[in-house]
C-alpha cells in the first residue's frame, strides 16, 4: 500500500495496481461508495483511505477552503438539532472523512464516515468551549467547521443555549469512542 511516483510527469499511483491517484480523489468527491471503487479499479479499502490521506498531505491550506451549514432545531435539546451540508470544498470534505476513520477504523461508507467526522469536530469545539478552552482555534479545521457551525446554528437558536444543555461526560465518551 504505497503510493509512488509515475512517469515523465511523476504522476501519483498506487503501486500494487498503477492507478491513478488522482482518480480515486475525481470518484470519491463524485461521491462513489467504496463498493463502486472496489468493482471499478483492482484497489483494498486501504488504499482507498491512503489516497484520501494522501490529497490532505498534500495539498496546502487555502484561503478558499470552506463548509457552509443549514441548521435547524427540531426540539429544544441538542439531539434535536438537524445539520446539512450545502457546501464544502474536496480538501475539507476529505479531513473530515480521515477525521472520522480515525474514531471509526472499521467504518468504510465515505458518507457515514464525513458525518462522524463533522459531528466529531463540532463536539469537540464544543465541548473546549464548554470548558473554558480554546484548543480547537490550534486546528484549521475546527476553526472552519465551528465558524459555519456557528453560523448556520446561530439563525435558529443560540450557541449559549446548547452550552447550557451540553453534557460535556457524553462528548468526551463520544470523542474516546468508548
Not at 491550506?61 to 434535536?80: R, S, V, Y
Not at 459531528?119 to 469545539?125: A, K, Q
Request: proline content about 2%; hydrophobic content about 40%; aromatic content about 8%.
Amino acid at each position: 500500500m504505497t503510493i509512488v511516483a509515475r512517469g515523465p510527469r511523476n504522476l501519483l499511483t498506487l503501486q500494487s495496481s498503477g492507478v491513478l491517484v488522482k482518480e480515486i480523489w475525481d470518484a470519491v468527491t463524485e461521491h462513489k461508495d467504496v463498493t463502486w471503487l472496489l468493482t471499478r479499479y483492482p484497489i483494498t479499502v486501504e488504499e482507498i483511505f491512503e489516497c484520501i490521506d494522501a490529497l490532505i498531505d498534500l495539498t496546502e491550506p487555502h484561503e478558499n477552503d470552506f463548509i457552509e451549514l443549514k441548521c435547524d432545531q427540531a426540539g429544544n435539546t441538542i439531539e434535536d438539532i438537524n445539520i446539512e451540508t450545502v457546501g464544502i470544498t474536496d480538501r475539507i470534505f476529505f479531513m473530515l472523512v480521515s477525521h472520522g476513520k480515525t474514531f471509526c477504523p472499521e467504518e468504510t461508507n465515505i458518507q457515514n464516515l464525513f458525518a462522524e467526522g463533522l459531528m466529531t469536530v463540532i463536539s469537540e469545539c464544543l465541548a473546549d468551549i464548554k470548558q473554558g478552552s480554546s484548543d480547537y482555534t490550534n486546528s484549521e479545521l475546527h476553526v472552519k467547521i465551528y465558524s459555519a457551525f456557528i453560523e448556520a446554528y446561530s439563525k435558529v437558536g443560540s450557541v449559549d443555549d446548547i452550552l447550557n444543555v451540553l453534557d460535556i461526560n457524553t462528548l468526551f465518551k463520544r470523542a474516546t469512542n468508548d
